[in-house]
């Protein structure tokens, strides 16, 4: 048996905006408590804002989301202001920052979609020009929520370190890639493919259900915060796991694999983690 620890735990209170690691969290069917419990609502097209657009979203990942779990979500501007979810100009406040109007909402509108740009249509125009996307409803797995499939995803330090090593030094895998659970189990890179269809157990009562490799954006090129764009992480991945996540996608360049919750749980990190037959 597969067996090993967990090595990160992270959270991103607001969709599309960076987000938080924490040492310890409750996981039950909705995900890790306080992931994605809130999204900005383009006020003009009404679909649910999200860096998978970069010509028009990619300011999303200046911004920093943290807290939710039993406070207000704090949001901290690329000048370093604060924010709280609760302000009575937040809608005012956010719009500024992202050059939109925009609404934070924390429930999903009924058939709430998103645009996903094609991420080889950005690597060859830049950032700047619109190029075709794709219209996408969220919660696949979970309706209702901001979720764009599935409520877990999950990525081990060997698939992160493999892509590194393609990487300039600093580039950053870890919040390019935006998992839940960082995973040491002591296997080789991309092993997350072959456990669609496994359970996997983490802590004392975490059991996880394995769907699909988790195919990527045009976001892992972005510039998140400090980090600067950097192209290679989504090249170096189509280099190394393209495979087709569910049928009818045909092949994509992959990272780590989303999950579902069987039974609920708290982790803390260092848990111990094993993945079933």
């Known amino acids: ?77 690329p000048d370093g202001r604060h924010l709280s979810s609760e302000d009575p100009d937040i809608d005012t406040a956010l719009s500024a920052a992202v050059g939109r109007p925009v609404t934070l909402v924390d429930a999903a509108p009924p058939g709430a979609t998103l645009l996903r740009s094609h991420p080889e249509a950005v690597l060859a125009a830049g950032l700047t020009d619109e190029v075709p996307a794709d219209e996408s409803r969220l919660g696949s797995v979970l309706p209702g929520t901001f979720f764009d499939f599935a409520p877990i995803h999950l990525v081990t330090t060997a698939t992160l370190d493999r892509i590194a090593g393609h990487l300039p030094p600093g ?38 259900a394995v769907l699909a490799p988790t195919p990527r954006c045009a976001v892992p090129t972005l510039a998140h915060g400090p980090l600067p764009r950097e192209t290679e992480a989504l090249r170096v991945p189509a280099r ?18 989303y999950a579902t919750v069987l039974r609920s749980g708290r982790v803390v990190d260092g848990d111990h983690v094993a993945v079933g037959p």
């Open 1 to 77: 048996m597969i067996s090993g620890r967990v090595v990160q735990l992270r959270r991103y209170p607001v969709k599309s905006l960076l987000g938080e690691r924490t040492s310890a969290a409750d996981i039950g069917a909705t995900g890790v408590a306080g992931d994605r419990v809130l999204a900005l609502l383009d006020q003009t097209s009404g679909r649910v804002a999200s860096a998978k657009q970069p010509h028009r979203w990619r300011g999303l990942l200046t911004l920093r989301a943290t807290g939710g779990v039993t406070d207000p979500v704090r949001i901290t501007l």
């Open 240 to 257: 190394l796991n393209r495979v087709e996540p569910l049928p009818g996608m045909g092949p994509q360049p992959c990272v780590g694999a």
């Open 171 to 208: 580039a950053g895998t870890v919040e390019r890639y935006r998992p839940n659970l960082v995973l040491d189990v002591g296997t080789d890179a991309f092993a997350e493919n072959g456990w669609v269809g496994r359970e996997l157990r983490v802590g004392p009562d975490l059991v996880l």
